[in-house]
Every structure is written in C-alpha cells, then in structure tokens.
C-alpha cells in the first residue's frame, strides 16, 4: 500500500516520501481501518523535524500522522465492540502512528464509530485536538458559568475548546488575531480579544480557568487572571509533579515560579497529556451528533498532495484543521 | 405475536394450518438500543415487524454522512427490500434507536407462505401496496410540500419519535439541514 513516510529528522520537504509498505497486520484486540481521510496536527511536524526525538524516538521509515476516520475491513479476534464494515475514527496511539496510509492497524479502545453527520474529512480533523480540548476541560470540570480563557481560539485544539466550554454553559474569553475575530466569533465565544490590538490581561480578570494552549509566558501570566483558587490546565507549559511521576521522573519538581504562582493564588496546576481514548471519541461522537460542537476544516488536500499539506501546516497560519483525503 | 396474527387476520382468514407455520417461522427478539439489525454492505435475508420500540433504515452516502431512509415503530415492517427482491448486498443500515422488540422472518420462508397458503397472499400484497404507496407518498412530499409542512406530517406519522431520534436522524429523513430543524422548530414553538 501507498504510505507518506518519515525518512529523517529534518526539514519537512526533505524529510517526506511515498513509499509501497506492506499492509499493516492486526492484533488480538486491533481493527484494520481501510483509511478515508487523516488529519495532520503541530505534533506531526515537530516529530518530522525531530524535535520530540529524545522523548519519542521514531525508527525510519516510519509513517506519519495520528489522526484518521475510515471504515473498519478487519478485526483482532478479541474484538467486540466492532464490526467489519463500521465507520469509524481514531487518534491512533504512538506505537501504532501511520495515517496517511491506505490502511492502519488500530487497537480498538483507542477507536470509535464516527458521527454519523458529518463527512470522514471532517471526522478525520477531530480527534487529536478534539481529545486534547475535553481531556483538558474535563480534568477541571468547566461548568456553567465558570468563566474560562482559552488561548488561541483560531487553532485545532483552542476551536475545539470554546465550543466544548460553551456546550458546558461556560463564559469564554478567546485571544486570536485580527484576521480571525470575526469566525472565532462565529463559534461562541464570548469575548474574543485580538491581541495585536488589545492586552488580555486587562480584559481577563478573576477566571475560574485559563487553557493553556501557548506555552512560554503564558503559563505563568494566566496566574495574573485566574481568582484565587482558580486553575490553570496547559498542554504545552512545563510538567507538573504528578504528571513527570507518570513518565518515569521521579525526581521532577514543579519550576519554583510556578510554584510560587499556585501558592500565592491558592491555584493548581495542570499539564495534561493527550491520550487517546475511544469512549471519550464516542463523547465527541454525541456533542458532533447534536452539534453542539462543529468540525472546522481549513483545508482538504489529496493524498498526492500531502507534502505539500504539511508545508501549510509549517505556516502556522491554518484556520481549522488540515486534512488529507485518502479513500 | 397474538397482535400480527390478529393484524393478519383481520384483513384474511388465515388458515389453522397456516397460522400455526406463520408462527413456527417467526421469531420474537428483544433488541437493545444501539442494535444493527441490518448493516450495509452484508446479505440480508431478514424482515422486522417491530411490537414496541423505534428503529431506523439509513444509508451512507460516499462522503460517510448518514441519510435517514425510514423510521419504524410499533406494527411497521422494515428490511432492506432492494436487497431482499435483487438479492444483492444491503444498500441501508437499520438500527434500534430505543430498546426495542420485533419479530423476525426469514424473507423466504415469509414468501414460502404464498406457495404453501395461497389465502396468505392477499395480506403480502397489501402490505406491499401499502409500502409502495407510502414511498409514492414520501418522493411526493419532498417535492410538493414545504419543509415545515413534512415535518408536521413526519410529526403525525412518528408520534413521540422525536424523543428517540437524534436531530440529524429527523434532518436528513426530512432532506434539510440541522440548522433548518431547528428554525422550523423555534417558529412552530412561537405559535
């Protein structure tokens, strides 16, 4: 079968190939998805430029992407939850990364059957950052009411955020650019502060929760706009100790500036790692079915054109999700 | 199973012989929320009469997007008849959208009946001139009647499905948008 595939670490143009790969095999508790559409997130670029490599060392060729909708041709023989010809999508684990392929094997808790109301592209754009907005948003219970900031309001993760924010009934504070107000507006939010123009942290004041999906500074000025008590989620900021626990560093401790911050604003703390994880997909599935929550696509490329696909993402400058149609 | 058998005989007079083969070809099946009854793609061999519940026939069109073809409940029939009559693999899906019951035949040994009983086959072809009158009527609805006028009539047909049914369910029966299901729903609650 036809794979784009990661050949080395370094620029993405010459870093990318298609090759003829065997189809992949399934396992006692995989399905086989014939693949209709993948997606392409930040991770993907950051693994082919090979700055996760220390953490999450890749052997080459390897076959790119995490992100996939298709339809179920093959199951493990411990697999009950599905049947061949299901329609389904997945964020395949790391183990299992290969999506811009025409089939990938899939352990079946990491898969659920897709919304039956939107298309497979735009299945395909959800479940990476659909996973990282409700496992973040959900380990602080946003709740009615609550008012929370999220950051980035125009990229995958953030998009995702504002709609599952105010599904919950939550006020939502969202920075983006000039260029994207206006759509940001579109999907609900509340208060959507351009940060060319305006300083948030004037505007923002006593959230019970800001989303952390930038990193750097932002981390540490979120604790300028949260009350006392508030709580800060990142996916992107330094680890906290529980976290660091999980991955083995024992010894890790919490950076003494935000320690400091937690303390003095009597707030938590949290980083939270993406996992994929087919129930909360089937919790997508359902907010997608009633749609309270839409898919938002910036563009559809063909397979023969994913490197290019990827060169766009490079850019920075998608509005919704980059997808690659496949099947 | 007493309400088809009374179903079947209050349109013919089904012989104690026949009844008793009707029967022995029958079978009452409890089916959860959620069960595939018939999934595209496969053979079918089967028709449902439902005797509680709701069920749904769809189809999948290329880009993966479900359409609603048929809602059943209690006392409709529902197959896919396009893959029974040509015998070719099922074009819809049917599934339970509530806990459902429904008693199950085996299309061939359902129109064994006409050989075996020939005082059956008044009762097998009304119920094919009814489903051909109410597929008539549902291409005539979607070209003749408003959006909000199908709705009402989908209101009529389905009593309390709406319950059940997920709005793009009723979206795509009706052939609009979730959005327009909406608007017709606010402007109905208006008057």
Redesign the interface.
Known sequence: MKALQITKYGEIKDSLAFNEVSKPTVQARDVLIEI?AAAINPIDKSIILGNFQSMMPISFPSTSAYDV?GVVVEKGSEVNDF?I?D?VYSRVPQEQMGTIAEYVAVISDAVSK?P??????E?ASLPLAGLTALQSLEYVGIKENDKILIHAGSGGVGSFAIQYAKAKGAYVYTTTSTDNVEWVKELGADRVIDYKTEDYKTIVKDADVVFDTLGGNYTAEAFEVIKKGGKVVSVVGSLDEETAKMFGMADYKLPEELKTLCEDKEASYKFIFMHPNGAHLGEIKSMI???KIKPIIDKVYPLSESIEAFVHLATGRAKGKIVIKIG | MEELIKKVNSIIDLSKEGEAYFVSIAREKATPKGTILIREGQAVNKVFYVTSGCLRSYCIDKNGKEHTLQFAIKNWWISDYIAIHSDEYATLTVECLTDSSVIEFNAKELNGMLTLFPEYEPFQRNLLERHVLSLNKRILNQLQLTASERYDLFLEQYPDTEQYARNYHIATYLGITQESLSRIRVEKAKK
């Open positions: 209709k909708s049947e010809g329609l897709k039956g109301n939107i298309s497979f592209e299945a079915e009633d749609e």
